[in-house]
């Protein structure tokens, strides 16, 4: 991975593979909600755009580094995703799939309406470059390593995260909440927390966004894209890191492959998914597939293999 950019020297290729590690990050963050805590949210790209804007204000207004920017926006995102977790996660399935959509819809149009701080639909301009220890970043190559740097540090800490208490807590309260509660486990503790985390790695990765094309607009944030970022979770397989990371690939990348055979590209596209839904619809790394590792790699397995 560090060598594709002297290999790949097409700056449009460069910019899908900064794509793709932008929208595995977004995958990442909404799998702890829906893959691990079993909450159907389809507000995530309202907290991407709440970092961006917040990232990027700061940069804009106040001349603040792009490195406590990042910091200041996943801490509102994190922020807006405690205010919406509180009044709403003692909701379930549709009701709070429309709350969040609601949500996101809210925040949308907040970014259009306050033009004396967002400038509305004329967006922010200019949003300025990191500078690290003196080095200005230009061009699309030191982004595509900050943003690998930042996805192999997002993979790092969800493992951890996933690996401890706290994941499995989610995990079981996403399968059984009556259960989990009966050992202890406060569902709407986890789930909260969950909102939480995945709202302020949004947020995060929304100030690089901000940071990388340099300029954002309330039409960059739309229900939409969070469809698509929960498609890439499901799509992937749920509860899993490399399915969130796959299926980032496959629906960031793919669509962009086809752009050649423009005419028929978003047919094949909806012909992949609709097969997939039909042949795998755990995902291309599902629980099944980490449960069936985990019982070839034990003792039992090596014994019935």
Not at 80 to 95: A, K, Q, W
Not at 183 to 201: D, E, M, R
Request: proline residues 4%; contains cysteine; hydrophobic residues 55%.
């Amino acid at each position: 991975m560090l060598g594709l950019p002297w290999v790949v020297t097409n700056k449009y290729y460069i910019h899908i593979l900064i794509s793709v590690g932008l929208y595995s990050i977004l995958a990442l963050s909404l799998n702890l909600v829906t893959g691990y805590a079993g909450q159907l949210s389809f507000c995530h790209v309202a907290f991407y755009g709440i970092g961006a804007y917040t990232g990027g204000l700061l940069m804009l207004r106040l001349g603040v580094s792009f490195w406590l920017a990042i910091l200041a926006g996943a801490l509102m995102a994190a922020f807006f995703g405690l205010i919406l977790g509180l009044p709403t996660l003692r909701l379930r399935g549709d009701y709070l799939a429309i709350v969040t959509l609601g949500f996101g819809e809210i925040v949308r149009l907040v970014l259009i309406n306050s033009t004396e701080l967002t400038r509305g639909p004329l967006g922010l301009p200019g949003i300025p470059s990191p500078n690290l220890f003196g080095y200005q970043f230009s061009g699309r190559v030191p982004y595509y390593y900050l943003i690998l740097a930042f996805l192999l540090l997002t993979l790092f800490l969800m493992r951890r995260i996933t690996n401890s208490g706290i994941g499995l807590s989610m995990l079981a309260v996403k399968h059984d909440e009556i259960a989990a509660e009966s050992i202890g486990i406060a569902p709407i503790k986890y789930k909260l927390l969950a909102f939480v985390l995945s709202a302020a790695f949004a947020g995060a990765v929304g100030v690089f966004y901000a940071s990388y094309v340099s300029f954002i607009s309330p039409d960059t944030f739309v229900y939409t894209d969070s469809v698509t970022i929960l498609a890439m979770v499901v799509l992937g397989g749920m509860a899993s890191l490399p399915g969130a990371v796959l299926g980032a690939l496959v629906l960031s990348a793919v669509p962009e492959i086809l752009r050649a055979i423009n005419d028929y590209r978003m047919v094949l596209y909806g012909l992949l998914m609709v097969l997939m839904m039909i042949y795998r619809p755990q995902g291309f790394w599902g629980m099944q597939r980490r449960l069936k590792n985990a019982y070839k790699y034990s003792v039992g397995g090596k014994d019935h293999a």
